[in-house]
C-alpha cells in the first residue's frame, strides 16, 4: 500500500494521482499561491458582531458632537471627530477587553509553566554516585 500526498491546483480544480495509488484524501499539498489559509471562525464572527455594534457608537459620537456645536458653539469640525472618536472606542474597547480577560483568564486556567521552575529533585542514588559511594549506589 503506497501513500503519497494530491497535489490540488485550486484554479483548475485538478488533481494529480495515479489509478494504482492510494491517496490520503485528508492530507493535500497545496500549490504555492492557491490563497488557501486558516482562519478561526469565532473570531471572524466577532469582529463583524463587534463592527456592527460599533456603528452604535459612531452614532452617540455623532449626537454629541451635534449637542457640543449647538451648545457651545464650537465649529463643525467637531461632529466628524467626535463620530469617529465614537466609533473607534466601541470597536477597538472592546476587543481590548476581550483580549485582556481572555489572557487573564487562560494564565489562571491553562497556565504555561514558565513562571514557576519546578523544584530539582535528586534520586537518593545521584548524590552518591557523585561522593564515589557506588557500591551504596547500586544497593539505593
Not at 494530491?6 to 488533481?15: I, K, L, W
Not at 513562571?115 to 551504596?136: D, F, I, N, Q
Given at each position: 500500500m503506497?501513500?503519497?500526498?494530491?497535489?490540488?491546483?485550486?484554479?483548475?480544480?485538478?488533481?494529480?494521482?495515479?489509478?494504482?495509488?492510494?491517496?490520503?484524501?485528508?492530507?493535500?499539498?497545496?500549490v504555492a499561491g492557491s490563497g488557501a489559509k486558516d482562519a478561526d471562525a469565532f473570531q471572524t464572527v466577532l469582529r463583524l458582531l463587534v463592527l456592527l455594534w460599533s456603528t452604535l457608537g459612531a452614532f452617540l459620537g455623532f449626537l454629541m458632537g451635534v449637542w457640543t456645536v449647538a451648545m457651545q458653539g464650537t465649529g463643525?469640525?467637531?461632529?466628524?471627530?467626535?463620530?469617529?472618536?465614537?466609533?473607534?472606542?466601541?470597536y477597538f474597547g472592546p476587543l481590548f477587553v476581550a483580549h485582556v480577560a481572555?489572557?487573564?483568564?487562560?494564565?489562571?486556567?491553562?497556565?504555561s509553566g514558565?513562571?514557576?521552575?519546578?523544584?530539582?529533585?535528586?534520586?537518593?542514588?545521584?548524590?552518591?554516585?557523585?561522593?564515589?559511594?557506588?557500591?551504596?549506589?547500586?544497593?539505593?
Open positions: 503506497v501513500r503519497r500526498e494530491r497535489a490540488v491546483s485550486v484554479e483548475r480544480g485538478e488533481a494529480e494521482a495515479s489509478s494504482s495509488e492510494q491517496v490520503n484524501p485528508v492530507r493535500r499539498a497545496y463643525y469640525w467637531v461632529v466628524p471627530v467626535t463620530t469617529v472618536m465614537g466609533w473607534a472606542m466601541s481572555g489572557s487573564l483568564a487562560s494564565t489562571v486556567h491553562a497556565p514558565a513562571s514557576t521552575p519546578r523544584r530539582k529533585e535528586h534520586s537518593l542514588a545521584e548524590p552518591l554516585v557523585v561522593r564515589g559511594l557506588y557500591e551504596e549506589a547500586t544497593a539505593a
